[in-house]
Structure formats: C-alpha cells, structure tokens
C-alpha cells in the first residue's frame, strides 16, 4: 500500500473535539453534543449528495460546523469530499464578525495559522477569485460569481472587453463546501418574495452540481422547509432537547418576565409612537431599587429615525444612553459594543443590526413589533450566556402593523401581534421547542406562517447550470435573478480626518482607512456627496483609473459624480469606487455619537 493510502482519515467529529480540546472556540473546551451530532449528520448527507440544513437557536455554536469543514479539507487531502469552505453570510458587518472570530480560533492555534481565513466583499479584495481555506463573503458577491460575474471584473464584462475570468471562481464553489449561512435573513421581508424563489433555485443548482451545501437557520419555518425538500434532497438537522448538550443545560432553566406596563397583553403594548414609550417604560427599566433596573436595557425599533428620536429623549433625561444602527463605522461600532459589555447602567437603543453578529447580553429588552423571526432574534440578546432571566416587552403603533414600519412584511408583523397577545408570556425564546407548559420560540415561528411556497426562478437555474450562457448573455437579463440582493446598490463612504487627508493617494485610503468606512444607500451618498460640493467642504472619490483594473485614482469630486451615484441603482458602479467626506461635517462618532449626519 502507498504512503497516502496509509493516512488517516479523520472524521468531522474528531477534527471538532480537536479544536475544542486546544481552545479554539473559547475557554469552554467541551464539545457540545448538538455540534457532535449535526456534524456526524452533515458528514453522512455530504457523502450522499444531500443539501443540509441546520436549524439550531442563537448562540448555540453554529458556525463551528463550517470551521471544523474547513479544517476537516485540510487534514484530509485528496480524501475531503471538499477542497475548502466558503461561509455565506447577508451583511459585511457579519463577515467582519466571523473574520475575526475565526482568526481568533485559528491564533489560540498558532499565529502562523491566521493566514488560512480571508474575506471577500466590497473593497476587501482577499480572495478575488474565491480560493482560500476559509473565506468569508457576502451572499451578493457569492451569488454575482456562481452566475458568472465575478465583481471584480464586472465592468470589464458589461463593456464586453472580457468575460471575466467567470469560471475561475465558480471552479472555487463547485469544488468548496458552500456554508449558506442565516438563510431566513432572505425570505421575510416580502412574503412571496423573488428572494425566496432566487434562493430556492441557487440550493437546488447546487444540489444538482452535487457541491456540498450546508444552510444555516435559528428560525427558518416549517412550511418554508417542507417547500424547499419538495425540490432537493434535504437533510433536516434540528435541535432537539438534548440533556447533555452544554447549551441546553444553561438555557432551558432561564426564566423570561414580561415587563409589567399598564396597558400590556401578554408582553404586547400599543403605542401612539416609538418615543412615546419612554414615559411609561423609563421607570420599570431604569429604577435602580428594582430587579429590573440593576442590570443593562436594550431598546431595538425598525428604523433609524426612530432610534435617533428615542436615544435623544433618554439623553435629555440625562440617562446614559447608546446610539447603534448601520450608519456607523466598524470601529465606533466595536467602541460602543465594548462600552455596554462593561456598563452595569447603560441603555442601548438600536435597530436591526443587533440581531445577528453580535455577542452581547441584557437583563431587559424592549422591541418594536416585527416579523417572527426578527423578533426571535432580538430576544436572543436577552439573558444571554449566564444570566438566568430577563424581562421583556414588545410595542407596536399602528404604522409598524399597516405597513410593516415601511421595512417587513405587514402580514406576518400583523400574525406575530395576533400570536404574542394570546401567548406570549408562555413563549422560551432562546430554545426552539419544549415539552412543557412553555412554548418554543420555533412554535411561535410557525403559528404566524400559514403557508410558505418558495417557488423556483427558473432563470437562475439556467445560468448556473447551462454551459451556453457566459457573463455577456448573464446581462441580458440579470433584472431576473437579483432576487437575493437587494433593491439599490450600497455605495462606500470613507471618513476623512481633515482636508489634508482627504488628498490621500489611493493606496493609502484603502489600506488605511477600511476600519472609518461606512455603506450606505447609493442615493444616500449621492445626496450627501451633493451637500458637499454646495458647501464648499473637501470631497474626493476614488475611481479605477482604467476600465476593469484594479488599480485606482483619487480626485476632487464634481456635479458629475453625483449624476453617477444616482444612476448605480443597478449592479455596477462603472468605474466610482467610494467618496471621501470630511469626517467633522458628516460624522458624530465615539461611545456616544449619532453617526452619520446630514451637515
């Protein structure tokens, strides 16, 4: 027998004990039974050509699974039914979480092992073509690739000087374990969704190019499950009550209190408005001589606006509030984050951006009105880790049940208010399903869908799997498949110190500046680019200096530039790769700022 015929195969599970016993997910070294099992599940669905799906509660260790793939790729040379792992996630603030959490695991190791982790989204260019151990990337540059326009060569390809090297990075996904991960992010917030079909169709591309895929979901519902297994092969791995599991243990004693507010049914309280609700809350939450008011408050409500106008009430009361939503830079949002896991005081107002990617507890939790699986989520923020109860309270106007507060779906919000009035002091929400008199956060989930057809876009299907189609045609109806992106490009923002900076060569801004970034709205940066320029503050942006390259230029801005950004509503930017705003006239930064701000 040769040597490679004498080299151990080892299994998901024992790479998983490996990496726990050296520390790599923290100082708690026991392997969690749920992992043990989905891993020993994954490794058998993997081998039969199945699509898995892991649905297991926040918090619960999910990502270990594709960290053990990735490792399970490299210690198994041409054994692995994989050559490396690409983690999926919706937003870049969750690649930068994951990032650096799994190099963190990867240092604990050895410091040389770091380099086997690399991202891939937006102007973080590691791995253009996907090739890596262990990346990490955004769901629209994953899908860009696999229906062959790989962003980095994008235009290039829309003005025909190339076809962008397109099967390069899709060779990298079909021969990488795919980890698709918090698929539900995609489906709630329009119930019939082209983001469902669009997502149905790429798991079932993958499927039938026999690429190992893993989806992962706190709260995916059953009826959207049983209409994806209509169409591939699926491989169910739910958490279950497991006694032994280390998770279970800690969570299933936790205790959830309602808050008790005049007015409430089962947790739920209308409104006249979001900041209306401080007067009646503001003494349950914040009276330091009750059990409530000895720990931390998160307020978490569907838009800025209303976040913005409910911080500004409690710091005119002089409560120490903190301000968090997607108008910050990665650096002031850690600064905030680090602020509160050390305050024994502070209240946290906040929008969406709380609910995944974000390792912190509260004693108490006020949400507005959302969708089931939002909803969820947010309350996955409370009595986390070792605390053992929290109190808790949902609030809803009449616009957040209409209209959905302009962000969700109206009718599942309208279902969740139905649902929670009727049995929300009954409802465990950090544990999916139990056999007692409290019902599981995943029976609320399913009570508010009726009924969940994903459907299929049919035109996904053929771009990924007909050999005809190259990046040119992919254009010729690319308003077809955008189904998992969403409706307006994001356009990047780089905050500038002062005016000598703003004249920074290109380089420099990139390599230097990643961490005072901000993603917005390309027709928000074009409003904000506008004000600049009427203004008279220094404003640059930085553009490719010849098509398709990656080599860039940095220049003034002009009338021009705006035009453009208002017209990047579809999928490239030509060749405007961020604006350069002075940071003192648009940004209020620190543990207690407000953000980004018109000037």
């Known amino acids: 027998m040769s040597e490679v015929g004498r080299i151990k195969t080892f299994s998901l599970c024992e790479i998983y004990r490996f990496l726990a016993d050296r520390g790599f997910f923290g100082s708690n070294r026991e392997p969690r039974e749920f992992i043990l099992n989905a891993l020993e599940r994954v490794e058998k669905a993997v081998s039969k050509g199945k699509i898995a799906l892991v649905r297991a509660p926040p918090g619960s260790g999910k990502t270990a699974i594709s960290i053990t793939a990735a490792v399970h790729s490299l210690l198994n040379p041409g054994k692995s039914k994989f050559l490396q792992v690409i983690h999926v996630v919706p937003t870049r603030s969750l690649v930068e979480d994951i990032y650096l959490r799994v190099r963190e695991g990867f240092r604990r190791l050895s410091t040389e092992l770091e380099a086997l982790v690399s991202r891939q989204y937006g102007l973080v260019h590691e791995s253009p073509f996907l090739t890596g151990a262990f990346i990490v990337s955004t769901l629209d540059t994953y899908f860009y690739n696999i229906i062959k326009i790989p962003l980095a060569e994008a235009s290039k390809i829309e003005a025909k000087k190339s076809l962008g090297h397109y099967e390069i990075p899709r060779s990298s996904i079909f021969s990488s374990l795919s980890f698709l991960d918090e698929a539900h992010m995609f489906l709630e917030e329009v119930e019939e969704s082209k983001g469902a079909s669009t997502l149905t169709s790429l798991v079932r591309s993958l499927a039938l190019t026999k690429t190992p895929t893993i989806l992962s979901t706190a709260t995916l519902p059953d009826q959207a499950i049983d209409s994806l297994a209509g169409v591939v092969q699926l491989e169910v791995i739910d958490y279950g009550k497991l006694e032994g599991d280390s998770f279970f243990q800690r969570e299933v004693s936790k205790k959830f209190h309602t808050l008790e507010v005049d007015g409430a049914k089962s947790g739920v309280i209308e409104v006249e408005s979001p900041e209306s609700l401080i007067p009646s809350v503001i003494e349950e ?315």
Do not use: M
């Not at 108008?327 to 024994?344: A, H, I, M, Q, V």
């Not at 876009?457 to 308003?479: A, G, K, W």
């Open 285 to 599: 939450i914040l009276d330091g001589n009750s059990v409530v008011g000895r720990g931390t408050a998160a307020i978490l409500v569907n838009t800025v606006r209303s976040a913005r106008n409910i911080f500004n009430k409690l710091r005119s009361r002089g409560i120490e509030a903190v301000l968090l939503h997607s108008k910050f830079t990665p650096e002031d949002k850690e600064r905030k984050l680090e602020y509160l896991r050390k305050s024994s005081r502070a209240v946290l107002v906040s929008t969406q951006v709380i609910e995944v990617g974000v390792d912190i507890a509260f004693d108490v939790v006020i949400s507005e009105l959302a969708t089931p699986s939002s909803i969820v989520q947010r309350f996955g923020r409370l009595a986390r880790g070792d605390k053992s109860e929290g109190w808790w309270l949902v609030f809803y106007t009449e616009d957040t049940v209409k209209k959905g507060s302009g962000v969700y779906n109206a009718n599942l919000v309208a279902r969740a208010k139905e649902y929670l009035e009727k049995v929300g002091k009954a409802i465990h929400w950090h544990l999916p399903k139990l056999d007692s008199d409290r019902i599981g956060y995943l029976d609320f989930i399913n009570r508010c869908w009726s009924e969940y057809n994903l459907g299929r876009n049919l035109d996904v299907e053929n771009i990924i799997l007909s050999p005809s189609i190259d990046s040119t045609s992919v254009l010729s109806f690319i308003e077809a498949v955008r189904g998992l992106l969403r409706d307006e490009n994001l356009c990047t923002i780089y905050l500038i110190e002062n005016e000598r900076d703003v004249a920074c060569d290109a380089k420099s801004i990139i390599e230097n500046q990643h961490k005072s970034t901000i993603t917005l709205r390309c027709s928000e940066v074009a409003e904000a680019l506008d004000e600049a320029l009427k203004q008279g503050y220094p404003a640059k942006v930085l553009y490719r200096k010849t098509l398709g390259r990656r080599e860039l230029e940095c220049r003034n801005a002009s009338k021009d530039d705006v035009k453009t950004l208002r017209n990047l509503r579809e999928i490239f930017s030509k060749d405007l790769v961020a604006v350069l705003l002075p940071r003192e006239d648009f940004y209020e930064g620190g543990v207690f700022g407000e953000g980004f701000k018109k000037p």
